[in-house]
């Protein structure tokens, strides 16, 4: 569905066809939060909808990198020490908190840890030679504004934007809908089911991390 089409949808549920009493400014609000959230429902139900992997070159001595501007959620961060995509050789960054980064060898090397600054990552060690940082992550949508925008979500969970959308203008007119509860909690049922087949190859198992044969450590 469209941007013009949600908002029609949305307005029809809270009977303003019009669009006077709900403007559709104000229906675009409720639209585009409607979608940030769906796609945190999505993002919980493991979908890979919004992955997308950037890199960049390390600098020599340098811990902290700026994060991409629509950085949302780190889905897996490693450094390229030999080789050439596809047959590259990596090393996993573990994450640790940070009152454990006295915890890592501080001689420069490769780089096995990270962790966050507010809108940075640190890496640790320092790097002893220019690697290649790859940042594998999740990012944050963009808002529709031009009435042919399509949202940035799976079809089948398009009308969902709708549905949360049209509760916000319901709470503000301080009603109730019976059908809109329902259709949310049908939509809930379906991202629950999604979550749980979402990975059927094979049985769940734990991943135990450790250290790097790089020249870093915890110790």
Do not use: H
């Amino acid at each position: 569905m469209t941007f013009l089409q949600l908002k029609a949808l949305v307005s029809y549920w809270l009977d303003d066809l019009g669009q006077t009493y709900f403007t559709p400014i104000q229906l675009g609000i409720f639209l585009n939060n409607a979608q940030k959230e769906v796609q945190k429902l999505l993002l919980k139900a493991n979908y890979e909808w919004y992955v997308v992997c950037k890199q960049t070159n390390l600098v020599l001595n340098q811990r902290d990198y700026q994060l991409p501007a629509d950085f949302l959620k780190l889905n897996r961060l490693e450094v390229v020490v030999s080789g050439v995509a596809p047959n590259e050789n990596v090393v996993y960054l573990s994450p640790i908190t940070r009152n454990q980064k006295d915890m890592v060898n501080n001689v420069a090397g490769c780089p096995g840890a990270y962790y966050f600054n507010k809108n940075s990552i640190t890496v640790l060690p320092a790097p002893n030679v220019s690697y290649v940082l790859k940042l594998t992550y999740s990012y944050l949508i963009t808002d529709m504004t031009l009435d042919t925008d399509m949202p940035d979500v799976p079809s089948q969970y398009q009308e969902l934007i709708a549905v949360i959308a049209a509760r916000d203008g319901l709470v503000k007119d301080g009603r109730t809908s019976t059908l809109l509860n329902e259709k949310l909690e049908q939509y809930m049922g379906m991202l629950k089911q999604d979550a749980n087949q979402r990975n059927i190859d094979e049985s769940r198992q734990v991943i135990q991390s450790g250290g790097s044969d790089y020249g870093w450590e915890i110790y």
